[in-house]
């Protein structure tokens, strides 16, 4: 048993680096990686060689390059050499890879990273390829497409209207404004935002995330390092994902029941959550992920989320680092990071972090 009452088995953050969020870097994404790997393990107090295991999360559609995330580990040298893994999903996943890594025992630090560069190509070309390749990629539909028929969806049911969901996209990016890592920010007039034309009906520009290339990596510990690595770590105190069905035409899109298996798992109902930074890249998905995960009464995407910055495969580890800062440099005790992939909120992935301890 660590002290505080903790078991040695808790796991916490104990550092994180967030890169500049830009429309269209002139870095490579081992550039980028390096940067953020250099600043989480400075913010952890640590070297590379202090690190055990590593994973990342990245995307070789969206870098136009088979096996790129092979290439992406020269970010992290090549010596003392370590244990190494990777997955096709957002950083936030691979965050929960190294998670339960850390369960076994036998290390006692991981690093988990993010990294996208959606700019090198037209994602409405890119994603549908993702798609299964039988009944759904054949139909061309990218993810805004997809994403315009679970906003017509809710529309139809009544669960949302045009105006709140244009409330949502200036509140966002109102909020961004004290954000360091925000691409769109500033104050939006709501009547303006619905008199532009649609994009994808009935989204219009402002219900859709911007195209941002960036990158994050986030530093965990077993408690008792954690608690030589730093004098308050932000503990993991619930961490669960969970996934419905691939073809969104057999699934009520008015709901995500996902979200809310993963946050019961996690523990989101056990106390009240005070911050929540939710991946709402859509801003139809925000109802719809406060509603599942029950953060009703919490302050949703203080940082603007991802209708302000949002890199593909490190927007979720984004949300991550976020709610890691408001306990760590603001005072809040008890917040929730979300993460989703796949189509109209697939799979959902769910991290609850405590201060207290």
């Not at 315009?148 to 200036?170: N, P, T």
């Not at 603007?304 to 800062?325: D, H, K, S, W, Y």
Request: with cysteine.
């Amino acid at each position: 048993m660590a002290a505080n009452g903790r078991s040695s088995d808790d796991i916490a953050i104990v550092g994180w680096s967030i890169s500049p969020m830009v429309r269209n870097t002139d870095k490579t994404e081992v550039q980028m990686l390096l940067e953020v790997i250099t600043g989480a393990v400075e913010d952890a107090g640590i070297t590379r060689a202090d690190v055990d295991f590593t994973c990342a999360g990245s995307c070789d559609y969206v870098a136009g390059q088979a096996f790129s995330f092979v290439q992406n580990i020269d970010a992290l040298g090549a010596w003392p050499p370590k244990r190494d893994s990777h997955v096709e999903m957002d950083g936030a996943w691979a965050l929960y890879e190294a998670w339960v890594r850390l369960l076994l025992g036998d290390i006692d630090v991981a690093l988990a990273m993010g990294s996208g560069r959606s700019s090198t190509a037209d994602p409405g070309l890119i994603y549908p390829m993702e798609m299964d390749p039988y009944y759904l990629a054949p139909l061309g539909a990218d993810a805004s497409s997809f994403a315009a028929i679970q906003a017509r969806a809710l529309l139809d049911a009544g669960k949302v209207s045009e105006r709140q969901m244009a409330e949502v996209a200036a509140r966002c990016r109102r909020d961004a404004q004290q954000s360091d890592y925000a691409q769109v920010a500033g104050d939006f007039d709501v009547d303006a935002l619905l008199a532009e034309p649609y994009v994808r009906s009935p989204l219009r520009k402002h219900d859709l995330p911007p195209i941002t290339d960036g990158a994050c990596a986030v530093v965990i510990a077993r408690a008792d390092k954690a608690r030589e690595m730093c004098e308050r770590p932000i503990w993991i105190t619930g961490f669960s994902h969970a996934t419905e069905l691939h073809n969104p035409g057999m699934r009520d899109l008015t709901s995500s029941r996902s979200s809310t298996l993963a946050a019961k798992a996690a523990g989101v109902e056990e106390a009240p959550i005070e911050v929540a930074e939710i991946q709402s890249a859509y801003t139809h998905e925000e109802p719809v992920l406060v509603s599942a995960l029950g953060v009703g009464d919490a302050a949703i995407n203080p940082s603007g989320g991802p209708l302000a910055a949002n890199p593909i495969m490190a927007t979720g580890l984004v949300r991550v680092a976020e709610a890691a800062r408001q306990i760590r440099d603001l005072g809040k005790q008890r917040t929730l990071a979300h993460s989703t992939s796949g189509p109209c909120l697939q799979q959902n992935l769910v991290c609850v972090l405590g201060g207290n301890g």
